[in-house]
């Protein structure tokens, strides 16, 4: 860095790594783990600020439609901005109700606490990935995590820099994510797939998702996210 003060001589800047929150809006935050592949790799988390949804029973029974109003109310409670301004809502009959925005938040929106997803691939098996990917993906609702390989295969893995699917596992259950979805399978295991989902669900002990391949992409679309057990 060059500045006045250092009569614009050369001032190295401190190194600094690039792991944590790395940027922020109202919605949401983004953040990142520094992960080791023999090159240096980033780990990404998504964390949502807070979930805002609708009840669509109690919508129903007031004889209300969604449309631009409730995005509009959504957006309300998200600035902090529940008062008592009127909001005209739509009806099932094309015309409208007004409520304060306060007693349409009180009736038919639903607060909960952000969700949260963590992306990890193309990392090896070592104390220090575990540890940074656990404080990543911590509390996750969805962790997905390569499962390049077979624990028969754990050499092989170590040699290429990558996981298991049991080392997948048992990722997602140190970090204590609700949902795994095990991808990013090596080649060599075609048409053995559900080999590598039962590895990682045995690990983690906790619902597996399976996600469509690129194949199965080409054959259908669009490409559910689908539940798997471990004998999908």
Request: net charge positive; aromatic share 6%; glycine share 8%.
């Amino acid at each position: 860095i060059y500045t006045g003060r250092n009569r614009m001589q050369p001032r190295p800047l401190p190194v600094r790594p690039f792991q944590g929150m790395i940027h922020a809006e109202r919605l949401y935050t983004m953040h990142v783990g520094l992960l080791d592949h023999g090159i240096p790799v980033l780990g990404v988390a998504l964390r949502e600020t807070e979930h805002i949804s609708v009840n669509k029973d109690r919508l129903s029974k007031m004889d209300l439609v969604p449309g631009p109003w409730l995005r509009e109310l959504k957006e309300m409670v998200r600035r902090g901005e529940v008062d008592e301004r009127p909001v005209h809502a739509a009806t099932r009959d094309g015309g409208h109700r007004v409520f304060t925005r306060r007693e349409l938040v009180e009736a038919i929106v639903l607060r909960s606490p952000g969700q949260r997803i963590a992306y990890v691939t193309d990392v090896r098996y070592t104390p220090e990935n575990v540890a940074r990917i656990a404080e990543l993906a911590a509390g996750v609702d969805l962790f997905v995590c390569e499962a390049a390989f077979l624990e028969a295969d754990r050499e092989l893995a170590a040699a290429r820099g990558h996981l298991t699917a049991r080392q997948a596992g048992l990722l997602a259950r140190e970090a204590g994510a609700k949902r795994l979805a095990p991808f990013h399978i090596s080649p060599r295991y075609q048409g053995r797939e559900h080999e590598l989902l039962d590895e990682a669900a045995a690990a983690f002990g906790g619902p597996v998702l399976r996600l469509s391949s690129e194949a199965e992409r080409g054959r259908r679309c669009p490409a559910p996210v689908k539940e798997a057990s471990a004998r999908d």
